[in-house]
C-alpha cells in the first residue's frame, strides 16, 4: 500500500468507485472529521471504469431523474469543478420502442420528466431514423429522446473525485481488502483490513456488486447480486456519424454510442446468472448479432476490436439501496443501483453526506430502504436496459 492505514477514523467508506469517492469528497469538505476510504484494488476497477459510461436524467423514478439531472449538471462542470477532463459528448439518449406497452410507460416517464425540468419528447419513428441514420425503424412504434443525456470516460471522473478528495483532506487506500466489522450493543466499532483494525463509528457502504458480504460483516442484509454484463468495441467505421445520440433498442437491450473511430456496443443477456463472472464469454454474441441485424443492420458486417466484461449489482427491483440499517446504528450503504450507479455518483455523493450528518438529502431517498424487501414494496425503476 502507498498509504499508511490509520487507526482512527471517524467515517469509513468502503468502496473506491465513483460513488465511494464521490461520497468521500462530499465528507472531507463538509468537516466531518477523518474520512478514510478503502478499496480491495485500484480505484474505479471493480464496476465503475467496466461502465458504458452513459451519463442521463431520462428514467422513470422521480429520485432517479433528480439524481441524473444533478449528474449531469456536475458532469458539465466537471473540469470546473474538479480540473478534470472527462470527455462528455452530449449527443442525447435515444430509447426506441416497438411494444405498445412500453409506449405508454414511456410516455408517462417523460412526462414526469417534463414536469422536473428535464429536456425530453416522445417522437416519431422517423425522427428517431433522422437522428441515428443507421437503424432499421422495422416495428418501431415511437422513440424517447432526451438530447442532454450522453456519455463520458468513467476512468477521468474517478481520477477527479479521488484529487479532490484527497485534497479535501480525505486518506484514500487502494489494494486493501476489508476482512470483517466490529460491531458492539447495534453499533459500528471498527472495520478490520488486511492490513489491520480501523476503529470507527461509521461505515458507509458503496461497494457495489461485492456490497452483500460486507453488509453481512456489520449484520446488515444488503440484497445486491453480481451479474456480468459485456462490452464490445468495434472496429473503426468510416464516415462514421458522430453526432448519433446513445442508442438503445429497448426490447432487446441492444445499446451503442460512437467510441474512437468505433462504436461502442453491448446488450445484457438473459441467460446470464448471478456470480462474480469477470472473464469475457462468446455466449450472448448470437443474441447480440441477432438484434444488430434487425435494428442496426450495417453494423452486422463490422469486426470487433476489443472488448470487456463488468459487473451489474442487481437488486430484486433493479433500483439501488440507500439508507441506514436500522439494526446497526451508523452503517450506511449506497449500492445496489443495477447498471445505472455511475451516472448518479455526483448525487449519491451529498446525499451520503448529508444523511452521515443527520442532514435531510437534497431529494427524498426514503424509498430506496432495504427495509422496502421486508414489506413487499418494491421500487421499480422501469428505464434500464
Not at 478490520?192 to 470507527?200: K, L, Q, S, Y
Not at 442487481?314 to 450507479?341: C, K, M, W
Not at 449519491?348 to 431517498?365: A, H, K, N, Q, Y
Amino acid at each position: 500500500m502507498s498509504t499508511r492505514l490509520p487507526s482512527h477514523a471517524d467515517v469509513v467508506v468502503i468502496g473506491g468507485g465513483v460513488i465511494g469517492l464521490s461520497t468521500a469528497y462530499n465528507l472531507a469538505r463538509s468537516g466531518v472529521g477523518k474520512v478514510l476510504l478503502l478499496d480491495q484494488g485500484s480505484f474505479g476497477a471493480g464496476s465503475t471504469c467496466k461502465a458504458a459510461g452513459g451519463v442521463r436524467a431520462s428514467f422513470s423514478d422521480e429520485a432517479n431523474i433528480v439524481m441524473g439531472n444533478y449528474g449531469l449538471d456536475v458532469f458539465e462542470r466537471f473540469h470546473e469543478l474538479f480540473d478534470q477532463e472527462i470527455d462528455l459528448v452530449q449527443n442525447g439518449y435515444l430509447f426506441l420502442l416497438d411494444d405498445p406497452a412500453d409506449v405508454a410507460d414511456f410516455e408517462r416517464s417523460v412526462a414526469l420528466q417534463r414536469s422536473l425540468g428535464v429536456d425530453a419528447r416522445m417522437i416519431e419513428p422517423s425522427e428517431a431514423k433522422r437522428l441515428a441514420p443507421i437503424i432499421s425503424t422495422d416495428g418501431v412504434l415511437a422513440a424517447a429522446y432526451a438530447p442532454r443525456d450522453g456519455h463520458c470516460t468513467p476512468e477521468s471522473v474517478v481520477l477527479g473525485y479521488a484529487r479532490a478528495a484527497r485534497r479535501a483532506g480525505a486518506t484514500l487506500v487502494p489494494n486493501c481488502r476489508v476482512t470483517g466489522g466490529v460491531v458492539v450493543d447495534g453499533t459500528v466499532r471498527a472495520v478490520d483490513t488486511e492490513a489491520g483494525r480501523v476503529e470507527t463509528g461509521a461505515v458507509v457502504c458503496c461497494a457495489g456488486a461485492w456490497s452483500r458480504a460486507i453488509g453481512e460483516w456489520f449484520g446488515v442484509d444488503l440484497p445486491v447480486d453480481p451479474v456480468r454484463r459485456q462490452i464490445i468495441v468495434t472496429e473503426p467505421i468510416p464516415e462514421l456519424d458522430r453526432t448519433m445520440p446513445m442508442t438503445i433498442d429497448f426490447s432487446t437491450t441492444f445499446y451503442f454510442h460512437e467510441e474512437g473511430p468505433g462504436m461502442l456496443v453491448g446488450m445484457s443477456d438473459r441467460n446470464e446468472t448471478a456470480g462474480f463472472k469477470l472473464s469475457r464469454g462468446d455466449e450472448w454474441l448470437p443474441g447480440l448479432a441477432e438484434a444488430i441485424e434487425r435494428r442496426a443492420p450495417s453494423l452486422s458486417d463490422i469486426g470487433i476490436a476489443s472488448g470487456w466484461a463488468g459487473l451489474y449489482e442487481v437488486t430484486p427491483d433493479h433500483n439501488g439501496l440507500i439508507g441506514e440499517a436500522p439494526q446497526v446504528s451508523r452503517f450506511l450503504y449506497a449500492t445496489g443501483f443495477s447498471g445505472h450507479g455511475f451516472l448518479l455518483g455526483p448525487a449519491i455523493g451529498e446525499v451520503m453526506c448529508s444523511l452521515v450528518r443527520g442532514e435531510t438529502p437534497f431529494v427524498d431517498v426514503s424509498a430506496f430502504d432495504t427495509r422496502r424487501f421486508e414489506h413487499a414494496l418494491l421500487h421499480h425503476e422501469k428505464n434500464i436496459v
